[in-house]
């Protein structure tokens, strides 16, 4: 690898606010390839890991969360960054293909059920006012392309270019509402906080930041009556998480014009967003995972739930460290540990023999940020699920991708199959330690579990690096616990067929 980073390379970096030492880390991990992700068995019910309440236990979190809520800080954190273009690419495909008439099912579909979307009206007025035929009449002409070019082109509503976000999703008796309203509808039900605040964070992209600051100052407008102080804020993925582009042969990549080429650094990257916040909970779910008002109920009481649970774990955490700090007696020990196995199920692999290395283990894996992620029962999904991971020292359980699976290894693969659960990102976060001080998140991610992928650059091949997934590697070293939560909080929208659902009707 022959490194040669001239003046205009060096002012580069400058610019991004990236440290050559990253660059340099980087360049080697290309070159010795991502280590393989060492899976011991999938998280389960069957063997612990992941936790199952009855209805009983999950009222009593439940009542613990709304007895103290209103006495602490709490984020809705929302990654919203990126258009909402892979969720209309198949109709992107009929628009640019020959064809006259949809040949593709969900695409036959979605004309014979227009209606049924939130956006029709928008829609039919759009065709109106370019075509002076409304959205009825441009189908009995078969004018398909049309009306496709008045959803998804700027001319037009413009969603084959918007973020999800500020697409609508649902309708109502009054008007339809946006992914982004549906949070704040949703917040309102479970994340008002300290001084009746309502904190909505959205991580966005800086071509759309304009938009959503106003429709959120449309929002507030809107919610202005309601007892309760809506705050958004928004943030950017920083350029100094991008990383750095490489050759077929992992020499740095430099475009026609001999510049250093980066990429964004993926999901990931939002750890840095995440971490700029200060809170006592922080609640997470994507962008497109929302349901209409008559759904939201099991959301509701299951996200109280989780909180209440992480409540209940985290105070027995900090109860632990305390005690570990005065000086546990030998009973304190055996519950300590008994609570790391059976609660946090991780399993050490070294062999404790004194006193102090046992204070001083439980003192590790106490002093980290903790995560309750509820997890759905895996019908099929594609996407992340829970296992138990092998490290130098310690088991412990994580939310693995596919992509991180060595798919070669028929263990692996077995495991796989054997998987129960399936990840919908429904979780709620602790950040801070047991003396209240937030923890620097950057310090819990696991940077091996980086993904490298193969892409194109004006047609030249080049290999990529993307960042420690945001619930995989970035939040590899915190303590994690798995609940089941049921399907219903589970209502995403990946195409626009989705909205056709009857979940999302």
Not at 107 to 123: C, G, H, S, T
Not at 269 to 277: A, E, G, H, P, V
Request: proline letters at 5%; glycine letters at 6%.
């Amino acid at each position: 690898m022959h490194l040669n980073f001239d003046g205009k390379d060096l002012k580069l970096l400058k610019s991004k606010g990236i440290k050559i030492e990253e660059v340099l880390r980087q360049l080697n991990l290309f070159r010795t390839g991502v280590p393989p992700i060492k899976l011991v068995e999938p998280a389960t019910i069957s063997n612990g890991v992941v936790k199952v309440l009855t209805s009983n236990e999950l009222q009593h979190y439940v009542q613990i969360y709304n007895n103290i809520r209103r006495s602490k800080v709490i984020y809705k954190f929302t990654p919203a960054s990126g258009a909402a273009t892979r969720m209309f690419k198949k109709l992107f495909a009929f628009l640019n293909s020959d064809d006259t008439e949809p040949m593709d099912d969900e695409v036959r579909m979605m004309f014979a059920n227009i209606k049924q979307l939130a956006f029709y009206e928008d829609l039919d007025a759009v065709c109106k006012r370019i075509y002076q035929a409304g959205i009825e009449e441009l189908i009995a002409k078969g004018m398909y392309t049309e009306i496709l070019k008045a959803m998804l082109q700027p001319e037009g509503l413009g969603y084959g270019h918007l973020p999800k976000a500020l697409i609508k999703f649902h309708r109502y008796s009054d008007r339809a509402r946006t992914a982004m309203e549906e949070h704040l509808v949703e917040g309102i039900r479970y994340a008002v906080g300290r001084d009746d605040a309502l904190e909505l964070h959205f991580t966005v992209s800086p071509e759309h930041r304009e938009m959503f600051d106003e429709h959120a100052k449309q929002l507030v407008e809107i919610y202005k009556d309601y007892e309760v102080d809506i705050r958004f804020s928004f943030s950017i993925q920083d350029p100094s998480t991008d990383t750095i582009a490489v050759t077929p042969d992992n020499e740095p990549f430099r475009t026609d014009d001999g510049e250093l080429l980066f990429r964004p650094g993926g999901h990931g990257t939002l750890i840095y967003n995440l971490n700029s916040l200060e809170a006592d909970f922080i609640f997470v779910k994507n962008i497109d995972n929302v349901a209409p008002d008559r759904i939201k109920p099991d959301t509701e009481r299951w996200f109280q739930g989780l909180a209440g649970y992480l409540y209940t774990l985290k105070s027995k955490i900090d109860a632990y460290m305390d005690m570990l700090e005065i000086g546990p007696t030998e009973k304190d020990l055996e519950d300590i540990f008994s609570f790391i196995h059976n609660v946090l199920s991780i399993r050490i692999k070294d062999e404790l023999k004194t006193t102090e290395e046992k204070i001083e283990m439980a003192r590790s894996i106490f002093n980290r940020p903790v995560r309750v992620a509820g997890m759905v029962k895996n019908l099929g999904q594609e996407g992340g699920g829970p296992f138990l991971v092998e490290y130098d020292n310690f088991i412990s359980p994580q939310i693995v991708e596919k992509a991180q699976i060595d798919l070669n290894n028929p263990r692996y693969l077995s495991m796989l199959k054997e998987a129960t659960h399936f990840n919908p990102t429904f979780m709620v976060l602790s950040v801070k330690d047991h003396k209240g001080k937030k923890f620097d998140l950057l310090e819990f991610v696991d940077e091996n579990a980086s993904f490298i992928t193969t892409k194109t650059y004006q047609g030249r091949t080049l290999k990529a690096l993307e960042r420690p997934g945001l619930w995989n590697g970035a939040m590899a070293f915190w303590n994690t616990v798995f609940v089941e939560v049921p399907l219903t909080v589970f209502n995403p929208v990946k195409t626009v067929f989705d909205l056709l659902k009857p979940n999302h009707q």
